[in-house]
Structures are given as C-alpha cells and as structure tokens.
C-alpha cells in the first residue's frame, strides 16, 4: 500500500495495494466533479511471449504484488513493477489508459522512477544494480548504469537530469553522473545507519536531501566541494518524544511485541525515530518526515536562506503512516492502515502555519472512491521488515566467533 506522484507536482496521484493501480488525473478539489480515477492492474505477460522468464511462470501461483510505481512529470506515463519480476508501462491518451509494454527483469525491483525529461524510466532491483529503460522504445531491455555491494533503498534524479543519487543498507549516499553513470561525482557520507531515502529539492542551489534509519535527517551539497549543511537530530526533539510518549531524558522502556534486537549498534531511542521517509512541499517548504514506529507525522520547515531545519508541527495519527504526499496547493494525503480509514487529508493554515484535519471527507471529489480502493486493506499484509536492515553488535562466546557479515565475506574471498 502506498502512494507515488512526481517530482514537479502532484497533478497525478497513483495509489497501490496488491496489483491494482488507483490514478487520479487530477487535483482533489471540491470545483472538479468530473470523473478523474481510473484503475488499471499488472497483467500476467501471455504465454508463450518470448518475455516470459523462468522466474515470472514460476511467480504466476503466487500473489503478485506491486513493489514500485511511478507517474511521469508530464502525467502521460505511468509504471509499476512487480513481484513477478515485471515492469509496467501505460501511457495516457484519449481518456484511457493503455498498456504501451511490459519487459521482464532480473529481480525484484526496489525503486522506480520516472527522469523529469520523461523519457527513460530508471529502476534500482533488489541485488544492488540499477538499469536504464526507454520510455518510447519500450520493447528494448533495460541497460545497465551501475551498481552497489549493498542493498539500494532508494533513487533520485537531479531536477536537470544530469545526477543520479543512490542510497543503501550501508549508511552511503553515491552522486553519479546520468547517464554516464561509471563517472562518480561525489559520496554523502555521515549517516550512522541505513539511508532510508534521498531527494534533490530545489532552492536557490539545488540540494539532496536524506533520512535514515539513524534518526536524523540531512540536507547536503552533493557538488564539489561536497558538504553536510545541516543534520537534525530527531530523537532529541522534545516536543515529538512527548507527543510519543518517549521520556526525553532516558532511553525508551521496551515494550512487548517490539522489534527491536538486543545487540543494536544504536540506541532504542534513536531506534524507535527510525525515519521510513520525506516528504517535501514545494509551496511552502515544508518536510513531512514519516517514521516506522511511530504513529505520527513530524512536520519542519525548510529556512532556504540558512540552510536549516525549523520544527512546526507533530500531528498524531492512529496508527503508523504507511506514506503521505503533498498536493500542489500543500493539503497533505496520509495514508495509514487503520479499521476506520485509510486515507486522512489535512489542509494546511498558512496564518497559524500548521495543519488541521479535514472532518468531512465527502465534499472533495474522488475520496470516496480512493477509501473504497483501500476497503478491504484491513486483511492486507503490510510488511514492514526495517529492522533487519540495522547494523548488529556480535559479541564473541570465547571462540572467536565472527559476525555474520563478516564471516560472509572471508567465505567470498576463499
């Protein structure tokens, strides 16, 4: 379950459960009654197609899922990738949208995304490698860029397509060069652990922004010379560990049912402000940063002239966010896995400079239908496995025993 858009504006929304794709072609708005969603599903390559993997037939038994989604800036183009190992590819014309092509991959993708000239599709699978894909020549495979030791978490390209950032498991930030992507500009390192996801926001100066599974989120000048402009702490906010009952002062009491391993290299608390992701608003410069464990929304605002960080808000939810998107005029769309709803809408008060939730639902075009898209999302298996993306500690019996990950490695090299 999730929700994608683009990276100039959110005149199209894509929504995802399962192997349906929700679109909405235009803004929500209480003016536009006309008919604005159309749903389209990932269907199975024919048999027989020379596209068919091995991998794909052996996947068509099984419930295929949607691991990624993107919508083009131009909103003509949409594509989605599955657990089938398939990319999806429909394109916009006369009212309808049309399946242009599905190409098959060598794994599972972790991330797509669409370039803002929208001519190539770019997509990061679950073995470390990205690929390069023509949006018009869209029987051709895919060509590789580059690749990491460590599993991507996420990708974005430069607003000037000239950059690809990448994150991983690692804790690394790499800024390549698009599409000659062997020629690296520059490494963002800094985070202490996983790098969750990675965004170029435009200011006067374009930069990257990033979050991570170390609690923090960083604004960075990825160009030579390279630097970390800001990083804000998030667990030492006391405003948002009191809205999440966390003692501001003392680690974390542990909880039962809670994930979290005993042999951490971090600390519970900087844990439990794991950061799943962030958004950014355009208009106003805000950050909605979305945590895994937290059942609530932080949100900042960016002071573009100091290059800094100011906490605004902290809205409570009912239950952890699973994602959220900022319209064009700044409304934020949470979406969460509750009984009672799935998609909550706050619109934001520019004189009080925070966000109020929107009661009555049904005067905005398309939301009754985008809560019946979700309606049985209450018996969906919503996979959350962050934690196993943690560096751990291995303390030693007495037999000199290595960590896993290390004793991985020697067996590589014997």
């Known amino acids: 379950m999730a929700i994608y858009t683009n990276n100039k504006n959110s005149n199209v929304l894509i929504f995802v459960k399962s192997d349906e794709v929700l679109i909405c072609n235009s803004l929500i708005s209480k003016e536009n009654s006309e008919k604005c969603l159309y749903k389209i599903k ?24 949607i691991t990624s989604a993107s919508v083009s800036n131009c ?24 399946t ?10 972790q991330k797509v995304i669409f370039t803002n000239s929208c001519s190539n599709i770019i997509l990061a699978d679950r073995g470390g490698d990205v690929f390069d894909y023509s949006v018009l020549k869209n029987k051709e495979s895919g060509r590789f860029l580059l690749g990491h030791i460590s599993l991507i978490l996420d990708i974005a390209v430069s607003n000037d397509d000239k950059y690809l950032a990448t994150c991983d498991r690692d804790g690394k930030i790499k ?25 170029f926001i435009s200011l006067p100066e374009e930069k990257l922004l990033s979050t991570s599974g170390d609690g923090t989120i960083r604004l960075w000048q990825y ?16 405003i948002i ?32 402000f794991s950061v799943r992701c962030v958004k950014y608003c355009n208009k106003y410069d805000l950050l909605a940063i979305l945590f895994h464990m937290q059942s609530g929304i932080a949100i900042y605002q960016l002071d573009t002239t100091k290059n800094d960080f100011k906490f605004k808000q902290f809205i409570s939810l009912d239950a952890p966010p699973l994602d959220a998107v900022f319209l064009n005029g700044g409304q934020l769309l949470i979406l969460i896995k509750h009984e009672t709803a799935a998609l909550k809408h706050f619109d934001y008060n520019v004189a009080e400079q925070k966000f109020t939730a929107i009661v009555d639902e ?6 009754k239908d985008i809560h019946l898209f979700f309606e049985k999302y209450q018996d969906m298996v ?19 025993d290595e960590c896993p990950d290390e004793q991985n490695k020697k067996n590589k090299t014997d």
């Open 42 to 65: 990932c269907e199975e390559i024919p048999e027989g197609s020379k596209e068919v993997s091995s991998k794909s037939k052996e996947s068509k038994s099984k419930q295929n899922n």
């Open 75 to 98: 909103g003509k183009f949409v594509c989605a990738c599955d657990s089938s190992n398939l990319l999806h590819l429909w394109e916009y014309e006369k009212n309808i949208w049309k």
């Open 100 to 109: 242009l092509g599905t190409r098959s991959l060598v794994r599972k993708c």
């Open 175 to 199: 800024i390549s060069c698009y599409p000659n992507s062997y020629n690296i500009l520059n490494y963002c390192l800094g985070h202490e652990e996983f790098v969750s996801s990675v965004q």
């Open 223 to 238: 160009e030579k010379p390279i630097s970390e402009l800001k990083c804000e702490t998030l667990y030492e906010n006391d």
């Open 241 to 272: 560990c009191n809205c999440c009952n966390i003692d501001c002062n003392n680690e974390a009491k542990r909880e039962s049912g809670n994930p979290i391993s005993e042999n951490m290299v971090l600390s519970e608390k900087q844990i439990l």
């Open 362 to 367: 049904s005067i905005f075009q398309g939301v």
């Open 382 to 400: 919503s996979q959350d496995d962050f934690v196993s993306l943690f560096k751990r500690v291995y303390e030693s019996n007495g037999n000199n």
